[in-house]
């Protein structure tokens, strides 16, 4: 659950006697591109360029149908891969894919040593899953530039300490900065603030939003709701008698 509390910013900055109240706020999130696959790429210079499987247990009966695709590489991705995806299935859409035994103590190590990272630049770091962490750098961006620079400057760690990429989202909140860094990838950097928040998201299909699957997704269309737009333009009130407080939500 802590994991995915708030990150809330102080009012004031520790090094600054500056009210930053009505700052607007500077969230980032950080996505590990294909984070597995990826790794194994840069450990292993004879899979780079070449469709990678990155399995849990590559070796189930039979011939791993049993096991599931943890992460595609980009090279597998183009043929329709997914992460999640059965392994039998995945090696239909990709034959020529190479299968790889995941390594979850290598895997945890990266990602701890990521979080070092963040933590130079603001104290105010959420983990929100291996791959993934949310930063708060309200408060401390005027120490290093201003935010683009400070999200150039963990792409170059990155990929220079662990020979991968990653893709950031740069928006006043969680919610838009997740997005944000989906929305280029992989290798991406999104900055959304609050002036260009309708022309950067409002066009993008309702189920860009998170928290809105495939069910919802059927049930907003039937309701005439296709994009972000549709959505934020919708009744509240008919929002909340069609789905109750998540509706409100």
Request: proline share 5%.
């Given at each position: 659950d802590s994991a995915r509390s708030a990150v809330h910013a102080p009012e004031r900055a520790p090094h600054s006697s500056v009210d930053h109240r009505e700052r607007e706020r500077i969230v980032m999130h950080i996505d590990m591109n294909a984070f597995f696959a990826s790794v194994e790429q840069a450990l292993r210079p004879f899979l780079r360029g070449k469709p990678v499987l990155v399995a849990a247990d590559p070796y189930g009966t039979p011939k791993g149908a049993r096991s599931v695709a943890a992460t595609a590489s980009y090279e597998a991705r183009a043929y329709g891969v997914k992460t999640g995806m059965p392994l039998f299935q995945a090696l239909?859409?990709?034959?020529?894919?190479?299968?790889?035994?995941g390594d979850g103590r290598k895997y945890v190590s990266i990602a701890l040593k990521l979080l070092e990272i963040l933590e130079s630049y603001t104290d105010l770091v959420e983990p929100?899953?291996?791959?993934?962490?949310?930063?708060?750098?309200?408060?401390?961006?005027?120490?290093?530039?201003?935010?683009?620079?400070?999200?150039?400057d963990i792409k170059r760690r990155v990929r220079e300490e662990f020979g991968i990429?990653?893709?950031?989202?740069?928006?006043?909140?969680?919610?838009?900065?997740?997005?944000?860094?989906?929305?280029?990838?992989?290798?991406?950097?999104?900055?959304?603030?609050?002036?260009?928040?309708?022309?950067?998201?409002?066009d993008l299909p309702v189920d860009a939003l998170i928290g809105v699957g495939r069910k919802r997704t059927l049930k907003l269309n039937l309701m005439g709701i296709f994009t972000i737009r549709d959505l934020a333009l919708y009744p509240r009130e008919n929002l909340r008698r069609a789905f109750g407080v998540i509706g409100e939500d």
């Open positions: 239909r859409l990709c034959p020529t894919a190479i299968i790889v035994e929100y899953s291996i791959d993934e962490a949310f930063i708060d750098v309200t408060n401390t961006v005027h120490l290093f530039g201003d935010k683009v620079a400070i999200a150039r990429t990653c893709s950031i989202g740069v928006a006043p909140n969680k919610l838009v900065a997740k997005m944000a860094s989906d929305l280029e990838k992989p290798d991406g950097l999104v900055v959304i603030d609050r002036a260009s928040l309708p022309d950067a998201i409002w």
